[in-house]
């Protein structure tokens, strides 16, 4: 019976770690979030297209633009139109 009630005991105990680690992670990644959208620079969206290369556009004040980002190194490769740029919902697919 002592060891019965060891366990339920390592279980919510584990169960509560595991609550404490999402609610905290919720929170930070809500909080960056915040960070990254407010103010005049925006990041839209970016895709990896090598270990350490992405393409990225960026709101920057009211012009989109498409950069390239390497290991040490950022390359403007062109401005966007505004009415070119698709911003999704956080979580939401387009097919």
């Known amino acids: 019976m002592e060891s019965f009630i060891q366990l ?3 279980i919510a105990i584990f ?7 999402y609610f905290t992670t919720r929170f930070v990644g809500g ?8 103010g005049n620079i925006e990041l839209i969206d970016s895709m990896k ?3 350490s290369a992405y393409i990225a556009i960026v709101r920057t004040a009211s012009k ?9 190194e950022i390359h403007f490769l062109c ?3 505004e009415d070119a740029i698709e ?6 697919v387009v097919n």
């Open 15 to 21: 169960l509560i770690v595991l609550a404490v680690t």
């Open 49 to 51: 297209i090598a270990p």
């Open 64 to 72: 989109y633009m498409a950069l390239g980002i390497g290991k040490n």
């Open 79 to 81: 401005e966007l139109p």
């Open 31 to 38: 909080y960056a979030k915040n960070r990254i959208v407010t």
């Open 8 to 10: 339920v005991t390592v």
């Open 87 to 92: 911003v999704r919902e956080t979580g939401t």
